[in-house]
Nanobody, 124 residues
């Protein structure tokens, strides 16, 4: 099992930036991937971005392309999500999740382990 710990959330004004971190420990998962998701009250969980540990190949939700950047530091076992030009409707709890097997997936149901999340609040 992989333990994931998110950090970096907070309150930011619309148009501002935040960088989220997802620190991983436990089972080695160099062949797998990490994804970021968000969940706002009254809404379904949304896929944000995902990255492969081995190659840094990544994928984004359409609404995040050009504004968000996902990256990883293998030495630190940490995945980052740089979020720029944030919008109020992106207020949510942001979660990272890991998948043991190789591949990039947008469905949270396909991931194996989850962190507890970090709150991001974007004020208008």
């Amino acid at each position: 099992q992989v333990q994931l710990l998110e950090s970096g959330g907070g309150l930011v004004q619309a148009g501002g930036s935040l960088r989220l971190s997802c620190a991983a420990s436990g089972r080695t998962f160099s062949r797998g991937s990490v994804g970021w998701f968000r969940h706002a009250p009254g809404k379904e969980r949304e896929f944000v971005a995902a990255i492969l540990w081995s190659t840094s190949r990544n994928v984004y939700a359409d609404s995040e392309k050009g504004r968000f950047t996902i990256s990883r530091d293998n030495a630190k076992n940490t995945v980052y999500l740089q979020m720029n030009s944030l919008k109020p409707e992106e207020t949510a709890v942001y979660y990272c999740a890991s998948k043991y097997e190789y591949g990039l997936y947008g469905s949270g149901d396909l991931y194996d382990d989850w962190g507890r999340g970090t709150q991001v609040t974007v004020s208008a």
